[in-house]
């Protein structure tokens, strides 16, 4: 086991990263305060890994509440969080109640935010069952669900008082479900450290095949890279918007494809081409770098072409998202492998010419 | 006008208080970094002050959007939170608006938690137009919704940006709520601070004549003492706690005249007779004491004995209570007027004592 800290002050948090983690009870003992928990999880991952998370718990000590509730971005709402509640109120759970996210960024999500606003905030620890969710949403506090009107639109900064990744948990997980996690792992690469980029291309091939040592490493150090810039920038305010390398021409290639029709990873796969492609077109990446993206995500089973949209339509929905957000679309680019910028004075012109590149 | 400081670190915030304070434009001014801004008031306070409000804001320079809830402690309900949210997404409002929470404290923990997680967290100013809510919601960044299991039990720590405490304001308040006001700025001065005791003995006709003058200078007094507290026990830890005097009794009294019976500052005035009793049976307080304690509030126009129920109810009420948070119930005393002290270590019988003597 090896773990990896996030610096946040009094907000500070470890993440350990291994195989066969998710059964000892050590790791949960010292968040027990008042001697409850609540493992929040779905009916996907409940059957696979509750009874071994709940058995470390009750090992340590604690009352065991179990909360499973329905699979699927849809979880992320207003109902599913108030079944969470109602069931941390009929079973007397209080403030001292430790919360248990047992599953993937859904669950993450939705447990976090529980966690968040349950009687002002209890502690909760994080336990990822996704690769996605262990390279990504385990590291920065985020938590939300959706609103009919947006995804994410409320949710709250709020950090695990430890997260528990264990990569033997990956083996269950449909392939497709895998590869979207490596598009964020590549992303950390392309956008943070050229020499983990170097590292990606010459062990690729072993996460694909689930080499647990691989997984182990790539996890680590995109957690490494994370925590670093959260560590920086734990509101957003800068330097974290790095992090969004290719996610501003993945989030339209997600809505124009119809949500869910892509995941998560293979739009933001397809995006970091586009993005890397309006970086060459900006004069900063060299073709030859272009085609080392490419490359590297194709071996990584991804996709880097976007569905069958003209190119207008993906403007117009990158025009949208900015409007949502009633700010000016900034583009984070590739300045060389490994480095990322922010630019906001990105033309059209070249946003459409970066796209009809994309397509070749 | 005169201003308090709530000392917070980077979470610190000004409360102005005085006269004719709401329709200043450079009082929000410092806080609308985006240009917009949402107004949440209730349907009884909007026609009294949502315009003066309204016109300083776009004096300064705001785009608003209006949000107008019912009246009533039912407000404070998911179905309230999701029509602020419905109106500030309709309205494309960004993470850069200001909301203003304009109202009494059912509207300042309302749109206080809408900031808290709306797009994770936005701004908000808090211009409380009762005196409950001037001198207790006013400080401390407490802020939630009830659940159908139980009151606030859903929230955040969310302090806002700056409180403008408009005692003009409180010409418009029901005499019930003025008084229910007092309640809780005569607790402040028995648990805190004798010479402001001493000042409400002086003063007390004053305030219930509305004295401005007198007004501005109670609830200045009453937030920095509760803003001390907070200061050195933000999340309710510990110290904290002491501002729960007469609580323990006030809720229980509340629930069993029926909630809405009585107001809270009544209920509270009440329990602190209690209390006050209970801290003489344990050899705390002076007879003479109590009698300071029964004379102040009744000065103020408030209750001193609760509603005609037997003692082992109230006490029943106060175990339930006690369930409902998993710990032992602590007892708030007093060791002199102006100085409380928690208590974990108070007897059954010596509970009953206090509140038949309170009844007497």
């Known amino acids: 086991m090896e773990s990896v800290s996030v610096k946040l002050g009094s907000r500070s948090y470890p993440i350990h990263i291994g195989a066969d983690l998710i059964g000892r009870a050590e790791l949960y003992a010292p968040y027990l305060v008042g001697g409850g928990a609540a493992i929040v999880t779905n009916e996907v991952v409940a059957p696979l890994y509750l009874a071994p998370v709940k058995s470390a718990l009750e090992k340590a000590g604690a009352r065991v509440t ?6 699927g971005e849809q979880t992320k709402s207003w109902q599913a ?31 976090g935010f529980a966690a968040a606003i349950y009687q002002r905030g209890v502690a909760f620890v994080q336990v990822p069952t996704t690769l996605l969710a262990q390279v990504d949403s385990s590291v920065g506090g985020k938590t939300a669900i959706n609103h009919p009107l947006g995804k994410n639109m409320i949710g709250a900064f709020h950090q695990p008082r430890a997260v528990i ?18 598009a964020e792992i ?14 990606l ?16 490493y790539a996890v680590r150090r995109s957690c490494e890279l994370k925590a670093r810039v959260v560590a920086a920038d734990e509101r957003e305010a800068g330097e974290r918007a790095l992090l969004n390398f290719g996610h501003t021409f993945g989030h339209a290639i997600e809505t124009g494809a119809g949500y869910g029709a892509w995941l998560h990873g293979e739009a933001v796969a397809a995006g970091m081409v586009m993005a890397a492609e309006l970086s060459s077109v900006m004069g900063h990446l060299k ?5 080392r993206v490419r490359d590297l995500l194709r071996r990584a089973g991804l996709p880097i072409q976007g569905p069958v949209l003209a190119p207008e339509r993906l403007m ?4 949208l998202d900015k409007k949502a957000a009633k700010g000016k679309t900034r583009f984070v680019l590739l300045e060389s492998i490994g480095r990322a910028a922010l630019r906001g004075d990105v033309d059209e012109g070249r946003v459409r010419e970066a796209i009809v590149a994309a397509a070749q």
Not at 165 to 182: H, I, K, N, Q, Y
Not at 186 to 199: R, S
């Open 66 to 71: 179990e909360i499973v509730v329905a699979d």
């Open 186 to 199: 590549i992303k950390h690469g392309l956008a943070l450290d050229a020499a983990f980029v170097e590292w």
């Open 81 to 111: 969080l108030n079944e969470v509640f109602d069931a941390l109120l009929e079973a007397h759970c209080g403030r001292d109640t430790l919360l248990v996210a047992l599953g993937g960024g859904v669950i993450g999500d939705l447990a």
């Open 201 to 216: 291309e010459g062990n690729v091939d072993k996460l694909v095949s689930r080499k647990r040592d691989a997984l182990a």
């Open 165 to 182: 990744s264990d990569v033997a948990t990956l083996d269950s997980l449909p392939e497709r479900e895998l590869r979207s996690g490596f």
């Open 287 to 291: 073709k030859t770098e272009v085609s």
């Open 316 to 319: 117009e929905l990158m025009a």
